[in-house]
């Protein structure tokens, strides 16, 4: 090999190295389009019932309405606002309160999630919830000198090894506000094997559950922040605003696992809500003046890991784990709240997987 021939394999080989080096500080999605949806355990199946944007239950009045607020300012929560947008924040959960009416923000919120590369797989406003497909976040495959040189020739090529999906909820609050919650879910594409010295070539991948990332929630709150008006600078300064302690503990009541929460009953039931977005639970039916959400859940263990994302394209998938049906319960006394995990009956329920899911719904909204 001449010097010119190993020059050239060096250039191309330092090229490659860069490949591990990525640019965490964009955001820059791709829909995967009308391939498949990844609809891992939990099954995805939508409200049956029609809640439109839930309105809070129960007569309000000025008097109870003014007793509410002073009960609530007692609460840690930060809050900054400009003009008819505020954000609010708890922990690591994030929302905004517009105050606009639900369905006059309904398609700018749907043109927003198109605008940044998403295509909806969910669109229901009467139910006041909209989900995205899922989608690849491009900018985190770094722009090395063979990308740049062979341009979109190779771009289909490059994979991230992740996906996204983003659910934005909307709900009326007892003031006319209207309240959005975007909550994140991801998979991330690992490699399996058969057995000890399987080749590269037979190696299989599968989609299995990653964290939800509660700063891309924040960053696509912001992006939402300044297509509802608010300048770019502000979006930045609110979503900065500091975050109070985490206020959310496991406990046993009566027995029972709890988690515990240092808020009122209404600041508890949004919190809640949004932890079940982000975590693996179906909301079939919610009654707020019973405090309940009912569920469907399968917990995300490695035995639930999905199919390779492209041998499900082609070759379809197995049957998952069942869902089962569960009742979350959201008890308050005061400035107090304990979330209960009840059977289908109403019933306490105190098995393991009882257990799980009060860790899951603790861990999320610290």
């Excluded at 490949?19 to 949806?37: H, I, Q």
Aim: net charge neutral; glycine share 8%; charged share 25%.
């Amino acid at each position: 090999m001449n010097l010119t021939s190993k020059a050239a394999l060096i250039g191309i080989t330092l090229a490659l190295g860069a490949c591990g080096s990525l640019e965490t500080d964009k955001v820059d999605y791709r829909s995967t389009g009308k391939a498949p949806s990844l609809d891992i355990p939990p099954d995805l199946t939508q409200l049956s019932k029609d809640t439109r944007y839930t309105v809070v239950d129960g007569a309000i009045s000025a008097s109870g309405y003014q007793a509410n607020q002073v009960a609530n300012s007692k609460v840690p929560v930060a809050t900054l606002s400009v003009g008819d947008v505020r954000i609010e924040r708890a922990g690591n959960q994030r929302w905004l309160v517009v105050n606009r009416p639900a369905d006059k923000l309904w398609e700018p919120v749907k043109d927003f999630w198109q605008e940044n590369g998403f295509l909806l797989a969910m669109d229901q406003s009467n139910l006041g919830i909209m989900e995205t497909d899922w989608a690849e976040n491009r900018a985190k495959i770094p722009q090395d000198a063979i990308r740049a040189a062979l341009g979109k020739l190779l771009d289909s090529l490059y994979s991230t090894g992740e996906r996204d999906k983003f659910r934005t909820r909307l709900e009326r609050d007892a003031n006319g506000n209207t309240e959005i919650f975007i909550s994140h879910r991801g998979m991330v594409e690992v490699y399996t094997s058969s057995g000890a010295g399987t080749t590269a070539g037979d190696k299989q991948t599968m989609w299995q559950p990653r964290a939800a990332d509660p700063e891309l929630e924040a960053e696509f709150l912001r992006r939402l922040m300044v297509k509802l008006g608010v300048s770019q600078e502000q979006s930045k300064a609110l979503v900065a605003n500091s975050a109070p302690k985490p206020t959310a503990a496991v406990t046993t009541v009566n027995g029972q696992p709890a988690v515990k929460l240092e808020e009122g009953f209404d600041r508890a039931w949004r919190r809640v809500g949004l932890a079940l977005d982000r975590t693996g639970f179906t909301v079939e039916d919610r009654d707020r003046k019973q405090g309940i959400y009912f569920v469907r859940y399968v917990s995300t263990t490695s035995e639930n890991s999905e199919p390779g994302f492209f041998s499900k394209l082609f070759s379809g998938s197995g049957k998952g784990a069942e869902p089962t049906k569960y009742q979350i319960a959201v008890r308050s006394i005061g400035e107090q709240s304990n979330v209960l995990v009840l059977d289908t009956n109403g019933q306490p329920e105190t098995s393991p997987i009882a257990q799980r899911i009060v860790k899951v719904l603790a861990d999320d909204i610290k």
